[in-house]
């Protein structure tokens, strides 16, 4: 089991830039594959970023492709979503979450991930 908790959230202008970190503790780290998922108010979650458990694979959803970056420090039990040249489309809450699979696989669907944090606030201001 893995215990997931996100921070860097906050209030950007758009065009600007933040950084959101999860840690996680428990089982070790580097068995899991990790996400970013994201959900805006009145709309349902939806996949932003994954990375493999090699972070020598990772997948973007079309609208962040370009501008948001997902990775992960294996040693320092965390990954990470740089996120630039903000709208006011990305505000939303953002999770972490992790998965089981293969060393190079990521994970696009949320049904795959068992374990998920509480969430961050993004907001984006125009």
């Known amino acids: 089991q893995v215990q997931l908790v996100e921070s860097g959230g906050g209030l950007v202008q758009a065009g600007g830039s933040l950084r959101l970190s999860c840690a996680a503790s428990?089982?070790?780290?580097?068995?899991?594959?990790m996400g970013w998922f994201r959900q805006a108010p009145g709309k349902e979650r939806e996949f932003v970023a994954a990375?493999?458990?090699?972070?020598?694979?990772?997948y973007y959803a079309d609208s962040v492709k370009g501008r948001f970056t997902i990775s992960r420090d294996n040693a320092k039990n965390a990954v990470y979503l740089q996120m630039n040249s903000l709208k006011p489309d990305d505000t939303a809450v953002y999770y972490c979450?992790?998965?089981?699979?293969?060393?190079?696989?990521?994970?696009?669907?949320?049904?795959?991930?068992?374990?998920w944090g509480q969430g961050t606030q993004v907001t984006v201001s125009s």
């Open positions: 428990g089982r070790a780290f580097s068995s899991y594959a």
């Open positions: 979450a992790a998965g089981v699979t293969s060393f190079h696989s990521a994970l696009v669907g949320q049904r795959e991930y068992g374990y």
């Open positions: 990375i493999s458990r090699s972070a020598f694979n990772s």
